[in-house]
């Protein structure tokens, strides 16, 4: 099976190399332990893995209804205007209000909820830790395990939606 990679995923390793470097060099890091560090291999990973799946997922009709809005937006008025005008015609300025009402009502420019912000098996790590740590350590141990970035009130946020409580 071949798969594509969309142009950019090579420049953006790159530059994200660029960047921890750069980061390093300023914080007096040994760059040597950052190159055999795992857990910067995965979030490199993890970037780019992201990028390229919001590339894929991104919906190749709403691109097109982009370039076509974008197109009209252009074209609007039919004819090109003088230089010398400073003001738009009121025909002029309804049209580009109609192109652009209509632009919103589509879907592709409504807000889209986020799923799946936390892997599915942290719900079972959870439950089996739960007991034996604080919820400080709870945080700790649940961003290094998942490569997440959480903090205690979303955890507590989280376990209370799927109703997970420690016992007494």
Same mark, same amino acid.
């Given at each position: 099976?071949?798969?594509?990679?969309?142009?950019?995923?090579?420049?953006?390793?790159?530059?994200? @190399?660029?960047?921890?470097? @750069?980061?390093?060099?300023?914080?007096?890091?040994?760059?040597?332990?950052?190159? @055999?560090?795992?857990?910067?291999?995965?979030?490199?990973?993890?970037?780019?893995?992201?990028?390229?799946?919001?590339? +894929?997922?991104?919906?190749?009709?709403?691109?097109?209804?982009?370039?076509?809005?974008?197109?009209?937006?252009? /074209?609007?008025?039919?004819?090109?205007?003088?230089?010398?005008? =400073?003001?738009?015609?009121?025909?002029?300025?309804?049209?580009? =209000?109609?192109?652009?009402?209509?632009? +919103?009502?589509?879907?592709?420019?409504?807000?889209?909820?986020?799923? =799946?912000?936390?892997?599915?098996?942290?719900?079972?790590?959870?439950?089996?830790?739960? /007991?034996?740590?604080?919820?400080?350590?709870?945080?700790?141990?649940?961003?290094?395990?998942?490569?997440?970035?959480?903090?205690?009130?979303?955890?507590?946020?989280?376990?209370?939606?799927?109703?997970?409580?420690?016992?007494?």
């Amino acid at each position: 099976m071949l798969i594509v990679l969309p142009d950019f995923v090579v420049e953006l390793k790159e530059r994200i @190399d660029e960047i921890i470097k @750069d980061i390093a060099i300023k914080n007096h890091i040994n760059l040597q332990m950052i190159d @055999d560090s795992k857990s910067v291999e995965k979030a490199k990973e993890m970037i780019s893995s992201t990028l390229v799946d919001l590339y +894929w997922n991104y919906n190749v009709q709403d691109r097109e209804r982009l370039e076509e809005f974008e197109k009209d937006m252009k /074209n609007i008025g039919g004819k090109k205007r003088k230089k010398g005008k =400073g003001h738009l015609s009121k025909a002029h300025k309804r049209k580009i =209000g109609r192109a652009i009402r209509k632009s +919103w009502k589509k879907k592709s420019h409504r807000k889209k909820t986020k799923k =799946g912000r936390y892997p599915k098996e942290m719900e079972d790590y959870i439950r089996s830790i739960m /007991n034996k740590v604080g919820n400080k350590e709870l945080v700790e141990l649940i961003n290094d395990r998942f490569v997440i970035e959480t903090t205690a009130p979303r955890l507590s946020n989280y376990m209370t939606v799927r109703g997970i409580r420690r016992k007494r």
